[in-house]
């Protein structure tokens, strides 16, 4: 299973925003772009999608940018990924599909496996805050790994 550059450059940039900006101020997209070493024109597609999924607001004018739409302890990173229509899952077979991701009927033999490591994806991702990834809290187990 692999992440894209969409799901986790939305991710980082978001996290920028709120450490540079949060729901208080806006911060224009080029400095995020600058930090994160981003494409600016990517920040904009990706932003435009959260705008959409009510994660961000845009601010028009002079000191004008982005702002988180919510507080960075509301906004879930599982929240982000979606909104950039990035799904996680770790099968590569279409749910809707009664053929396997080998092409055949049924599904493969460690489909099981693959489902539910998704799904316990999903719900990790969605337990971790904005605030969690600033300030590094992810249940305690990526501070006992660099420690």
């Known amino acids: 299973m692999r992440l894209t550059s969409k799901g986790r450059y939305a991710v980082m940039a978001m996290a920028d925003l709120a450490l540079h900006g949060g729901s208080d101020r806006a911060v224009p997209l080029q400095e995020v772009a ?16 959260m705008r959409k999924a009510g994660l961000v607001s845009g601010v028009r004018g002079p000191g004008g940018g982005y702002r988180l ?46 489902a539910e490591m998704g799904s316990r994806i999903q719900i990790f991702l969605a337990s971790v805050t904005l605030a969690d990834v600033l300030e590094q809290r992810f249940d305690g187990v990526a501070r006992v790994a660099a420690e």
């Open 34 to 49: 600058r930090r994160q070493e981003i494409s600016l024109s990517y920040l904009e597609q990706l932003f435009a999608r």
């Open 69 to 114: 739409a919510k507080a960075a302890n509301e906004t879930t990173v599982a929240a982000i990924i979606e909104a950039v229509n990035e799904p996680i899952k770790a099968t590569r077979c279409d749910e809707a599909s009664t053929k396997s991701c080998l092409g055949r009927q049924g599904r493969c033999i460690a489909h099981g496996l693959w």
